[in-house]
């Protein structure tokens, strides 16, 4: 029997920007799309939802009206699971704080984005001057907010998909503006810092460099960005997009450099819709240096996109059993991932006729 290559045996894979393993099984995946039938929406598209909380002129859950907006519209969350100002408390003096029993207060804002006022859109259907549009306020919300004094981190993300928990059709997202890094880009600092002092070089620099080089998890790219399937994703088509210019924030960035990443956006997003011909769900996220007015040299400007889905329209992939005890898991390799997602076509699939 020839012996298999080192990527068709059981394996872990390294994170190094997370510092985790992902363990790879690839023998047990049998081509996992074949037979697979792709699953076509029909087409019962609504432009204007009268009972849509986000469409243009409607009334929101607490009351507030939106206005007749024609771009991209803003508001505070009525909802927000963070606030800017600290409620007074009246037992401030019993908040644990040891090493068994630890609280401390959490300050911040939480917005909503309406990415554009037609309710049937998506990243990948939308316009590219329409998603530069969007790219545009993320920035201006990442300046606005990042410079107040207690807000360190500003997380810009969107779920897509009542698969992952999206409330609401109407392309959105939404900003939280918080006072403590979060866990995520905390690890992702310590990592990148960590690398930086001993290498003297970026890490995600080095690490895209080496993805060029080999070509073989790219998706797609353009002057500007690299869309890929990283060595250690975790979900099935997970993708991250990566600058190619170290740059922390999208404040750094030009216009030009701006457009290129809404067209990768919608690059990749169409990509994600038309392979199972569905609106691909899924949980993306930008990653920008902290806003702890520090100087971040070691941080990298890159987007996280984390789908559910595995072999079609409604097979999902569950994190639990062994990954909730143990650790991540995954059959299909990234290789055959990034492979799949970069052979489809880069025009929409409802656009084709
Ligand atoms: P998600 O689809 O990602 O859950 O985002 C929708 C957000 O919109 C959610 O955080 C807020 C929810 O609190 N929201 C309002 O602010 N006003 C409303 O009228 C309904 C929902
Ligand atoms: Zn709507």
Same mark, same amino acid.
């Given at each position: 029997m020839t012996p298999s290559s080192w990527q068709q045996v059981p394996h872990r894979r390294y994170?190094?920007?997370?510092?985790?393993?992902?363990?790879?099984?690839? @023998?047990?995946? +049998?081509?996992?799309? +074949?037979?697979e039938v792709a699953k076509t929406e029909p087409n019962t598209a609504i432009h204007y939802d009268p009972s849509c909380y986000l469409c243009p002129g409607n009334t929101r859950a607490d009351g507030h009206r939106n206005p007749k907006y024609d771009g991209v519209f803003i508001f505070d969350n009525d909802y927000a699971a963070l606030l800017p100002d600290m409620p007074e408390v009246s037992d401030r003096n019993d908040v644990p704080h040891d090493d068994l029993l630890r609280a401390e207060p959490e300050r911040g804002t939480c917005r909503v984005v309406c990415f554009h006022p037609d309710h049937d859109l998506t990243l990948a259907r939308m316009l590219p001057?329409?998603? +530069?549009?969007?790219?545009?306020?993320?920035?201006?919300?990442?300046?606005e907010l990042g410079q107040q004094p207690e807000i360190n981190y500003v997380q810009i993300f969107e779920n897509r998909g009542a698969m992952m928990g999206a409330s609401n059709p109407h392309p959105h997202c939404q900003v939280w503006a918080i006072e403590h890094?979060?866990?995520?880009?905390?690890?992702? %600092?310590?990592?990148?810092?960590e690398y930086h002092s001993a290498h003297g070089s970026c890490l995600l620099c080095d690490y895209l460099k080496r993805e060029v080089q080999l070509a073989r998890r790219i998706v797609c790219e353009n002057d500007a960005f690299v869309a890929l399937v990283p060595f250690w994703a975790v979900w099935p088509f997970e993708a991250m997009v990566l600058a190619r210019r170290h740059v922390g924030? %999208? *404040?750094? /960035?030009?216009?030009?450099?701006?457009?290129?990443?809404?067209?990768?956006?919608? +690059?990749?997003?169409?990509?994600?819709?038309?392979?199972?011909? *569905?609106?691909?769900?899924? *949980? /993306?996220?930008? @990653?920008q240096s902290p806003t702890d007015k520090q100087p971040h040299p070691e941080w990298h400007f890159h987007a996280h996109f984390y789908p559910p889905l595995l072999r079609s329209a409604t097979v999902r992939k569950f994190m639990v059993g062994f990954e909730m005890l143990g650790m991540p898991q995954r059959d299909i390799t990234p290789e055959s991932a990034a492979e799949r997602l970069r052979a489809l076509s880069a025009i929409h699939y409802t656009l084709k006729s």
């Open positions: 994170n190094p920007l997370r510092r985790q393993w992902v363990l790879v099984s690839p @023998h047990r995946t +049998q081509r996992p799309w +074949q037979g001057v329409d998603i +530069q549009r969007v790219v545009e306020a993320w920035t201006a919300q990442t300046a890094i979060p866990d995520e880009p905390q690890a992702e %600092l310590i990592a990148q810092r924030s %999208l *404040t750094e /960035m030009d216009a030009t450099q701006q457009s290129s990443f809404a067209d990768i956006l919608k +690059q990749l997003t169409t990509r994600y819709d038309n392979l199972f011909e *569905t609106s691909f769900p899924y *949980t /993306m996220g930008l @990653h």
